[in-house]
């Protein structure tokens, strides 16, 4: 069934959309819905990426609870940076890091969780998947080791043991 349906939910919803955009049911249009229905979810199959498999759901859980505390925190840190006075502003840094992760959805997990969190967003990850790029929101050149090794304790190496 997989091999003619690799996602039978889009197909469901490609149906059902072509039919709502042709704003008709005729038996022309019906078929032509079947047709894309089929057709587009086996095309695009290579595309998709592979399931998951989360192998430590424990751990899954910690760190959810993890980026939802830092969630609350980045932003009254960043609230507070932005109604520093002028001469005290927060000085924004780009911070190159080495990839631990191999895992595709691990890597777009910890791009996920990068963007959410307040004062870090995700910026560039090389095309041989080595390194990546965060700029940070307030950041000096001393702290810069240390929000490193925080920053993969707290999400990359969680994130390598739920996919890895």
Not at 34 to 60: C, E, F, N, S
Not at 102 to 111: E, F, G, R, S
Not at 126 to 155: C, I, N, P
């Amino acid at each position: 069934m997989r091999r003619v349906f690799p996602a039978p939910l889009l197909s469901v919803s490609l149906f059902v959309l072509w039919l709502v955009l042709a704003r008709s049911a005729s038996t022309g249009q019906l078929v032509i819905a079947m047709v894309v229905a089929v057709a587009m979810p086996l095309l695009t199959a290579p595309l998709l990426p592979r399931r998951p498999r989360i192998r430590r759901p424990g751990i899954l859980l910690r760190l959810i609870l993890r980026v939802g505390g830092d969630v609350v925190a980045s932003s009254f840190a960043v609230a507070r940076g932005t109604l520093r006075r002028p001469a005290q502003m927060p000085g924004g840094r780009f911070v190159r890091m080495v990839l631990e992760l191999d895992d595709p959805n691990a890597i777009a997990a910890l791009a996920t969780i990068t963007t959410v969190i307040p004062g870090t967003v995700w910026t560039e990850l090389a095309a041989d998947r080595s390194w990546y790029m965060l700029h940070v929101f307030d950041l000096d050149e001393d702290g810069v080791d240390a929000f490193v090794a925080r920053y993969k304790e707290r999400y990359e190496h969680p994130l390598k043991e739920i996919f890895e």
